[in-house]
């Protein structure tokens, strides 16, 4: 007996109601982008290992999937490699290329690239498939889909207040509203660092920093000690833990916290700003914050970072997020080029508008009507008026076969079709056809010479 089938941990299989639903939310995130003057690039699904490592710290390192190099690529390790077991010696001579982590990194090798052929500041947005090896969960998956959107080559910061109308303009269409964007700048997190005297331990301070919603205070803590970072540092910290209050509030402690640092106060500057100018301007329904714990463990951020949450009362990771980075180009040779960028997580997006039915009645009618086929006669002309209907942008179909009417019907019903049109041997002599409402359980009767008198019900 053949083995059945299956897929891979953390990949998926997709139905067309849930191809439906997906393309349905992509709809909505490009039209914004466009709208907001983005331009769509894509980029290659798997890269030079060179180009992806070292990008993500050493976390995301071991979450990219390598791709063997071809033919007997064991041959070329030599016998010294091979016996030390040791995987981080023998990967970079067998695999040279990897998956993409994000669409971050592979931008930013593309603006490189493409450097003459670009005008900055250059808006682009991308939607792709990304794969990380992580343990897969709710809501987390190997391979997924990013929509990124990104601004290179300039370093205002009405950037990033742009971003964060973005963000509202679509989760308020995709009505997710009361979304949850959190703000916070890498600046300060320096600064804080350098406070309690933990400036030479930032990476591991903001990695630990980064997961309390995940392991809690206490978890943190003890990640902290496991890093080098001092008890005593991390009680000069504590008190981030427990910040509250309006952004504003929040916004003056900081500034009195982090008054002897330059690099924190001008963080503070700059949420101050954005904070300011957006609360001036106003959202259509997104709820926008400070978390001072707000990391996002990625090494490349260096100013403003964003995190969104759904609306509450829905337990969802983040659905989106991202940040300032003013070199990240720099890592492959164009030094200055300032970028921040924003990406929305599609699969989250989707579970959460699951949860809270936020699809439209209608989404899953991939088809408007169904004429039924009672002959091979009636079929043809059946499929003339689906010609026709098909036309006219009516998503028509014609049932293949003279099946049983009772079989027909359920195909009919079990794909959601409004309309079934009989066209049967009675109807051919009378020059007609009639249309049965499968909601109502009616029937109208139309003239083939008149099928745009049907066509105007719909």
Not at 48 to 71: A, C, Q, W
Request: proline share 3%; glycine share 8%; charged share 25%.
């Amino acid at each position: 007996m053949a083995q059945k089938p299956s897929i891979p941990k953390g990949t998926r299989d997709f139905s067309p109601l849930e191809v439906i639903k997906r393309n349905y939310i992509f709809s909505i995130v490009k039209k914004h982008f466009q709208t907001f003057g983005f331009q769509p690039i894509e980029t290659p699904a798997f890269e030079n290992s060179s180009t992806l490592m070292g990008k993500y710290g050493d976390e995301g390192d071991r979450l990219i999937f390598k791709i063997l190099n071809s033919g007997d690529f064991i041959s070329k390790v030599d016998d010294v490699t091979y016996s030390s077991k040791n995987s981080s010696s023998i990967t970079p001579k067998i695999s040279e290329k990897a998956l993409r982590y994000d669409l971050t990194v592979p931008f930013a090798r593309y603006v490189v690239q493409h450097q003459n052929e670009i005008d900055f500041p250059f808006k682009r947005y991308q939607i792709q498939p990304v794969w990380r090896a992580d343990r897969p969960q709710k809501g987390r998956f190997r391979e997924f889909y990013q929509c990124d959107a990104d601004v290179v080559g300039s370093n205002s910061l009405l950037q990033e207040i742009e971003l964060v109308q973005l963000y509202d303009a679509i989760f308020s269409e995709l009505k997710l509203e009361g979304s949850n964007i959190k703000l916070n700048n890498r600046k300060i997190l320096a600064g804080i660092a350098e406070v309690i005297g933990a400036k030479n331990n930032l990476i591991n301070f903001t990695v630990a920093l980064d997961k309390l919603d995940k392991i809690g205070e206490e978890g943190v803590k003890k990640e902290m000690l496991a890093k080098g970072i001092s008890e005593e540092a991390i009680e000069k910290a504590s008190p981030l833990f427990s910040l509250s209050g309006s952004n504003k509030k929040q916004l003056d402690e900081l500034q009195y916290i982090l008054s002897s640092s330059e690099v924190g106060t001008k963080g503070v500057e700059e949420l101050r700003f954005i904070i300011e100018n957006i609360e001036e301007i106003g959202l259509q329904s997104a709820n926008l914050y400070i978390d001072v714990t707000l990391a996002r463990g990625l090494n490349y951020y260096t100013g403003a970072i964003f995190e969104v949450a759904a609306p509450d009362g829905v337990q969802m990771g983040s659905i989106g997020g991202g940040g300032r980075y003013d070199d990240l180009t720099g890592i492959f040779g164009m030094k200055d080029v300032s970028g921040v960028g924003i990406s929305f997580g599609l699969d989250r997006i989707y579970l959460v508008m699951e949860e809270l039915n936020r699809f439209p009645e209608a989404i899953d009618q991939s088809l408007q009507v169904l004429c039924v086929n009672f002959g091979e006669k009636e079929g043809l002309a059946a499929l003339k008026l689906v010609g026709q209907l098909r036309k006219a942008g009516i998503k028509a179909d014609l049932y293949p076969s003279n099946a049983k009417m009772q079989k027909q019907m359920k195909y009919a019903n079990n794909r959601n079709v409004p309309f079934v049109i009989l066209l049967g041997e009675e109807e051919l002599q009378n020059g007609s056809f009639v249309v049965k409402n499968m909601a109502e359980g009616s029937q109208q009767e139309y003239s083939l010479s008149q099928v745009e008198d049907f066509i105007n019900t719909l």
